[in-house]
C-alpha cells in the first residue's frame, strides 16, 4: 500500500464490518470462503457493497474450510474462510484441525454473539475460542471495534510465519455495528513480544551437518511437507543432486523433489517403498528436513534408523528431538538452510565419498529391483493402481490432484508421480474424509485454467458431496476420479489383516447412482467398469475442460496397499505384495 493510500485510510470512518472487509482488501485476499448467518450478517452486507473480494458461497463451512485450506496449499498464500457463530462455528472445527495438523496457513473469520451475552448460552452461541484453541496455531476474541485491524493484521502475520497454521478470529456481533465508526487504521507492520520465529539457521550447525553428510557411507535425505511450505524445492534439488544422495519423502513432501527422478526412492513409511523404508533402516546418516518424525513414518520408535546420526532442519524448535532423538538440530526455514548448506558445500574439497557412496546405491538397486509395487496387470476388472497410471498417462503429469483418505489417496501417492511441488493436496495429518472435492474447488479457483481432479472413494466423496453445488455455481472444471471398490478400503483392509476379515461395517450398501447424482447437480457423469474402457474416458472427461466431470471407475474390491508396515513393526518388516515370490522374499 502507498503512502497515499496509508493516509487515505487514516481518515476512513468504517464500521467493525467495514474494517473486516478492507482489512481483506488490503491484506491482497481474493476469494474468502463462507456461509452467512445471524452473527456475520453486519459483515455480509458490507461484504456485498464491495467487489474488490471475491465470496464463495459453499454448502457446508466445513467445505469452506477445506476450500480456504486446498486454496493455501496449492498457491502458498493464505486461505480465508467466514462462518456465524454456533453451529457454523462447529462445523468448521474438522477442517481447522485439518489445517493445523498440515501446517497450513488460514485465517477463520467466526461470527460471535454480541457481548453483553456472552457466557449466557445465548442463541447460537458457543466458546469458539475454547472450542478451537487445541487445533489452531492461535485464536483471538476480539471485544472491542478499535483493536479489530490490528487483531487481523496479527492473525495474517501469525498464520503465515514461522511455522504456518489457521488462525481463529471470533467476532461478537456488536463489534460489527454499522451504526459505530471509527477511523480505520491498519497497520503496515505487526511486532509480537512473544513470538519471533527463526529467520535463519544457526551457521555453526549447518556446516556441522554438511560435515556429517560428507562423511557418512550410507546417506538418506528424508524430506517432509515443510519443504513444500517453505518454498524450498528448488534448493532442495539443487543439494540433493550436487551430493547425488538417495532422497525420500512423507506423504505431505511429495512433488518438493521430482519423483520421476533416478534418486527419489519414493515415500516412506507405512505405505512407502520397499527401497526406501529399507534406505531408512541401513542408512548410516540421515537428515530430515521439514519433517515431524509422524508416526506413520517412523514405524515403532525402538527400531527406527538404529545405524544412524540423525541431523534435523525444522522451522519450528518444538518439533526437534519431539519424538526422535536428533544429534544435529537446526531451527530455521527450510529454504535459508538448504541455500546456506549448498554456500557451505561451494568450497575446495567438500565432496562425498564416491566408493562409499557407488557401493550404497549398488545395494539400493538391488531393493528396488524387487519392484514391490507391482500388482496383477491381466485382470478383467480395473486394478485402482491401473486407474491412477492411467490418469497420469492422460494428463501428463501436469494435474493438480486433491484426494481424500484411504486406499485411493495411497494409491496416488504410489503411482501418480508428481515432479513438483504443491500439485498433490490431501489431507496427511488429520485424514479427514470429505476434503478432497472442496479442497479442489479452491486449487481450481486459485487456478482456473489449469487441469483440477479429486481423487476419492465412494465413502469418502458423500461426506462433502453438496459441494457439487458449490462447483455448478462458480463452474467449476473440476474432475472427479471416484474409485469405487463399495467398501471403506482401508478400514476393509484392516480387518483383513488383524481381525480375521470381519468386515464389520465397512460396506458401503446403498450407494447412490454416481452418474444420475452428478448429472443432478448440472454436471456431466460418467461410469466405466471395464479395463480398456478407462483411458478413453479419462480422455473425454479432461477433454470437457469447462465442465465438471464426475467419473464413477468400478474397481476391484479386493485390492490391498502394499508395502504395509503393520503396527509396532519397523522399518525393515514389511509387508509385501502376495505377487512377489518367495524367492523374491529370501
Not at 160 to 184: A, H, L, Q
Request: charge should be negative; proline fraction near 6%; include cysteine.
Amino acid at each position: 500500500m502507498d503512502n497515499g493510500s496509508k493516509a487515505e485510510h487514516s481518515s476512513m470512518q468504517l464500521s467493525g464490518a467495514e474494517i473486516i472487509i478492507q482489512a481483506l482488501i488490503d491484506e491482497g485476499i481474493e476469494y474468502v470462503f463462507g456461509y452467512p448467518g445471524g452473527a456475520v450478517l453486519h459483515i455480509y452486507d458490507a461484504l456485498f457493497k464491495r467487489d474488490e473480494v471475491k465470496h464463495i458461497l459453499v454448502r457446508h463451512e466445513q467445505g469452506a474450510t477445506h476450500a480456504a485450506d486446498g486454496y493455501a496449499r496449492a498457491t502458498g498464500e493464505v486461505g480465508v474462510c467466514l462462518v456465524t457463530s454456533g453451529p457454523g462455528a462447529t462445523n468448521a472445527v474438522t477442517g481447522i484441525a485439518t489445517a493445523h495438523m498440515d501446517s497450513i496457513p488460514m485465517v477463520v473469520l467466526t461470527g460471535q454473539v454480541p457481548t453483553p451475552v456472552i457466557g449466557s448460552d445465548a442463541f447460537q452461541e458457543v466458546d469458539t475460542v475454547g472450542i478451537t484453541r487445541p487445533c489452531v496455531k492461535h485464536n483471538f476474541l476480539v471485544k472491542r471495534v478499535e483493536d479489530l485491524a490490528a487483531t487481523i493484521k496479527k492473525a495474517f502475520f501469525i498464520a503465515k510465519s514461522g511455522r504456518p497454521g489457521p488462525v481463529v478470529v471470533d467476532i461478537p456481533k456488536d463489534v460489527t455495528d454499522p451504526s459505530i465508526r471509527i477511523p480505520y487504521r491498519y497497520p503496515a507492520e505487526i511486532a509480537l513480544r512473544s513470538y519471533n520465529p527463526a529467520q535463519r539457521g544457526h551457521q555453526g550447525q549447518i556446516k556441522k551437518a554438511v560435515e556429517k553428510l560428507l562423511g557418512a557411507k550410507r546417506p538418506v535425505l528424508y524430506t517432509g511437507g515443510g519443504v513444500v511450505l517453505g518454498d524450498g524445492a528448488a534448493a532442495l534439488t539443487r543439494l540433493v543432486r550436487r551430493l547425488g544422495y538417495p532422497i525420500t519423502s512423507t506423504l505431505m513432501g511429495l512433488g518438493a523433489y521430482p519423483m520421476t527422478d533416478k534418486q527419489f526412492l519414493g515415500m516412506l513409511g507405512m505405505h512407502g517403498t520397499y527401497e526406501a523404508n529399507m534406505a531408512m533402516h541401513e542408512t548410516d546418516c540421515l537428515i530430515a528436513i521439514g519433517a515431524r518424525f509422524d508416526d506413520r513414518v517412523t514405524g515403532k520408535i525402538e527400531h527406527f534408523c538404529p545405524h544412524a546420526e540423525i541431523i534435523h532442519v525444522d522451522v519450528d524448535p518444538s518439533c526437534i528431538s519431539k519424538t526422535v532423538k536428533v544429534h544435529v538440530p537446526i531451527v530455521g526455514p527450510v529454504r535459508s538452510v538448504l541455500e546456506d548448506m549448498l554456500a557451505v558445500l561451494e568450497d575446495p574439497g567438500t565432496q562425498p565419498d564416491r566408493d562409499a557412496l557407488a557401493a550404497w546405491w549398488q545395494q539400493i538397486d538391488r531393493w528396488r529391483s524387487m519392484d514391490c509395487l507391482r500388482y496383477e496387470r491381466t485382470s478383467q476388472v480395473i486394478k485402482p493402481q491401473f486407474a491412477v497410471e492411467t490418469l497420469y498417462k492422460v494428463t501428463g503429469g501436469e494435474l493438480f490432484l486433491t484426494s481424500d483418505v484411504g486406499q485411493h489417496q495411497m494409491f496416488a501417492a504410489q503411482f501418480y508421480p508428481f515432479d513438483k511441488p504443491r500439485r498433490w493436496i490431501n489431507s496427511g495429518g488429520l485424514g479427514t474424509m470429505g476434503f478432497g472435492l472442496p479442497a479442489a474447488m479452491g486449487v481450481q479457483l486459485a487456478f482456473p485454467d489449469a487441469p483440477v481432479a479429486c481423487i476419492s472413494g465412494e465413502a469418502s466423496i458423500l461426506m462433502c458431496i453438496q459441494e457439487m453445488a458449490t462447483c455448478k455455481q462458480y463452474e467449476l472444471p473440476v474432475k472427479v476420479i471416484l474409485l469405487n471398490n463399495g467398501y471403506m478400503g482401508m478400514v476393509r483392509q484392516w480387518q483383513e489383516f488383524f481381525y480375521e476379515s470381519r468386515y464389520a461395517h465397512s460396506y458401503v450398501d446403498a450407494l447412490p447412482d454416481f452418474v444420475r447424482l452428478a448429472e443432478s447437480f448440472g454436471h456431466v457423469g460418467m461410469r466405466v467398469d471395464k479395463p480398456d474402457e478407462l483411458e478413453a474416458a479419462m480422455r473425454e472427461a479432461f477433454g470437457m475442460k469447462d465442465r465438471f466431470v464426475f467419473l464413477d471407475v468400478i474397481v476391484d474390491p479386493t485390492e490391498n496397499v502394499y508395502p504395509m508396515i503393520c503396527a509396532g513393526k519397523g522399518h525393515h518388516e514389511m509387508e509385501l505384495p502376495p505377487t512377489m515370490s518367495e524367492r523374491e522374499l529370501a
